[in-house]
């Protein structure tokens, strides 16, 4: 199958998750969704071994400690549906919020050298996040590495609930 039907072209988030998401977080749910349609490698593993045809439609959402991952063809047929338990993403999603709401408040005002300090520390932990999703699907889907990044953001965004 070649990789260009291997990917997303359509993502949604559940909406009822939250009840009201900052300018900030609008903006950063924004990009990582237009990034990740913009080019992404994702491809389900079938329980058969079997390929399915893609491009994809994935549906997040966050279900109690879970992640909901729904995924259909374009034709609106299921393909899949995993979840996976958020637990160990906790003390990553914790950090990542505390390091961004640090680097929003440097902007305003920091020398350039703390603003990119605190910029490679907010990409370190990004980096980390996206690595622990990818290894906790790698036997559900497999998928390069700027979507785990694009994914993860997307999951932080689904953890804000205020």
């Known amino acids: 199958m070649s990789k260009s039907l291997e990917r997303i072209n359509h993502i949604e988030l ?6 009201r998401r900052s300018e900030v977080i609008e903006m ?6 237009a990034d990740l349609l913009k080019a992404n490698y994702f491809s ?16 997040l ?28 993403f906790r003390t990553i ?7 961004c709401e640090s680097y ?15 910029d490679m520390g907010r990409r370190s932990i990004h980096n980390e996040g996206a690595s622990l999703l990818k290894e906790r699907l790698k036997d559900k889907c497999h998928m390069d590495d700027d979507t785990s990044r ?3 953001t997307l999951i932080c965004v689904l953890h804000i609930r205020t």
Do not use: C, T
């Open 14 to 19: 559940d909406e009822g998750s939250f009840i």
């Open 28 to 33: 950063e749910r924004n990009i990582a969704i």
């Open 44 to 59: 389900p593993i079938l329980k058969n071994g079997e390929k399915s045809k893609g491009p994809y439609k994935l549906h």
């Open 61 to 88: 959402s966050i279900d109690g400690d879970g992640l909901i991952m729904n995924v259909a063809d374009l034709d609106d047929e299921h393909v899949h549906r995993f979840q996976i338990s958020l637990k160990p």
């Open 93 to 99: 999603v914790k950090e990542y919020f505390l390091i």
């Open 104 to 118: 929003f408040k440097a902007l305003k005002g920091a020398s350039p050298n703390k603003i990119e300090a605190i």
């Open 150 to 152: 694009r994914l993860f």
